[in-house]
């Protein structure tokens, strides 16, 4: 059985020791080589660069592969933010120099990496023993002419998270069934309940949501197309789902049940501490931030509800640089970490769902449960959600920028009481300017 509890407490100390350095220097290589990875010391160096918390590094694993590989030193670098590491990253790109040999790639900037960095990551598509994936993960990172330019880590199935002593105090259920059975099927259901919540809720002002933008990427995650088409084309403007999404996160910030919040920019975790509202629309990897940033002392308050509808938000790839001077040894590197065995590993220490589908039918996936989260069964929780998750999920250049500008729009309605279709128009030209 997998526990979330004492293990989170240890990643969050390794994400702080290099927080404020790495949040700096991002991905660079600490010099004018292509990487910083080399033969040094009699010693194989392969250097990281990941962002937020992975898994990787702060469940053990990297220590023991160097314990099972005495020949090799992983030289890993964190930074917080996966902004600020993207950033770096292009520039990095563009440069030719001061890359890890191993760097994290976001679902978001797939696309991107795929249709303008192809020739600059090695291809894993002859790789062995990387077969266990579920298919429409490694499409994701796959060119057009059959390259493969990383191995899947996590995928992001969801839920919803929720406190119960907050829906107690609002006569709501509080068993994890009986709450996801007042919004099955339908995220409007999601808000009306947030409606009873706001009326019935006895105590001090506690906003029934954290952010009208988590709501509205739920939505649009659950949708094969969000906002380009196959050929490539935008079609945000004209997208229905989208449409039906912002009006619905609209409807959320105008009614007042947010608690005007952008997830993972300031006043988020400070919100989580100090019990600023009830629910969250959760993917399997926010569950570890949100019992870090909680604490001890709100520990069994909060609980797992299965969503409306099942969605993908999120998931990430582990690339190798093509010229890095220890390409094959760091291919060897992340098929190791990419594997069934230690994407379980990290599902049962930290809540990643795994985007190996072997993986996911494994006992340490099925059984595992939240001791942080009243000992929820989020193994079955999670695991039924994925296989919710749309077969095919069309990608785009600039995904990962678009969803940014959507939550600031979202923002100007929560915090300003700009009209939504001013704050359409506004995020409608600032997606065009960022997108070109």
């Not at 010099?31 to 010693?43: E, I, L, P, R």
Request: charge should be negative; include cysteine.
């Amino acid at each position: 059985m997998g526990s979330l509890g004492s293990v989170r407490v240890r990643a969050s100390a390794a994400v702080a020791a290099v927080g404020a350095l790495t949040l700096v220097v991002g991905c660079s290589g600490g010099d004018d080589s292509v990487t910083g990875g080399g033969k040094k010391d009699g010693k194989t160096v392969i250097t990281m660069g990941l962002y937020g918390v992975m898994g990787i590094k702060e469940t053990g694993l990297l220590e023991k592969y160097e314990k099972e590989n005495p020949d090799v030193d992983i030289q890993a670098e964190i930074a917080g933010d996966e902004q600020t590491y993207y950033t770096a990253l292009q520039t990095r790109l563009a440069a030719g120099k001061g890359l890890k040999d191993i760097q994290g790639i976001e679902i978001g900037r797939a696309k991107e990496i795929t249709e303008t960095q192809a020739d600059k990551f090695a291809d894993f598509s002859k790789t062995p023993g990387t077969d266990h994936f579920l298919p429409w993960k490694e499409s994701q990172i796959s060119t057009e002419d059959g390259k493969v330019l990383g191995l899947g880590t996590d995928i992001g199935p969801m839920a919803v998270c929720y406190r119960k002593d907050y829906f107690e105090q609002a006569g709501l259920p509080t068993d994890r069934e009986e709450v996801a059975k007042l919004w099955a099927g339908d995220w409007k259901k999601y808000v009306e309940v947030g409606r009873t919540f706001k009326k019935d809720f006895k105590g001090d002002d506690v906003a029934y949501m954290d952010a009208a933008s988590g709501l509205f990427n739920a939505m649009v995650y659950g949708y094969p197309e969000q906002y380009y088409d196959e050929q490539g084309e935008l079609i945000y403007q004209t997208n229905p789902a989208v449409k039906e999404a912002w009006n619905l996160a609209a409807d959320a910030g105008e009614d007042g049940l947010t608690a005007k919040l952008r997830q993972f920019q300031p006043g988020w975790d400070p919100g989580l501490a100090n019990g600023t509202f009830a629910t969250a629309v959760c993917p399997a990897w926010m569950l570890s931030h949100i019992s870090e940033k909680a604490g001890p002392a709100n520990k069994g308050k909060w609980d797992v509800a299965r969503a409306p509808k099942g969605a993908n938000w999120g998931g990430s790839f582990l690339g190798v640089v093509e010229q890095s001077p220890v390409k094959e040894e760091a291919k060897k590197l992340v098929a190791w970490l990419t594997a069934p065995e230690q994407q379980a590993h990290i599902f049962k220490e930290i809540g990643n769902i795994p985007s190996s589908e072997q993986a996911l039918q494994s006992a340490d996936v099925k059984n595992a449960r939240s001791e942080y989260f009243d000992n929820a069964p989020i193994g079955q929780i999670f695991g039924a959600a994925a296989q919710e998750i749309p077969d095919k999920q069309v990608l785009g250049r600039k995904d990962g920028t678009i969803k940014d500008t959507f939550s600031q729009g979202l923002t100007l309605i929560e915090q300003q009481g700009t009209p939504r279709e001013e704050a359409w128009s506004t995020t409608a030209e600032r997606i065009e300017k960022a997108v070109g």
